[in-house]
């Protein structure tokens, strides 16, 4: 299955990147007072796998939104492909 047929549109898998990153990171702010708590670990690792997911899916459909996102997936340096923020992108 294909990033594109996993998700309507670019922007459909970018917003569901906006969210499972904002999960991750809300969850390790969290851990960061609260190491020992297993069901936050298990939060974070889940919403860290879905963000690391979601981020090769664009970079393999569309262009790397890091320059980590794609290097599992490519076998090419393609960071900086996309448009910058001031010019739409993200």
């Not at 090769?56 to 569309?62: H, L």
């Amino acid at each position: 299955m294909t990033a594109n047929s996993r998700y309507k549109s670019k922007a459909a898998l970018l917003h569901w990147i906006n969210m499972v990153s904002f999960a991750a990171d809300d969850a390790a702010l969290y851990l960061d007072t609260h190491p020992q708590d297993q069901e936050a670990l298990a939060y974070f690792a889940n919403y860290s796998g879905l963000r690391r997911q979601a981020m090769e899916d664009f970079a393999e459909a569309f262009y790397p939104l890091t320059r980590d996102a794609s290097q599992n997936s490519r076998q090419q340096w393609d960071w900086g492909a996309g448009p910058l923020p001031w010019e739409g992108g993200c």
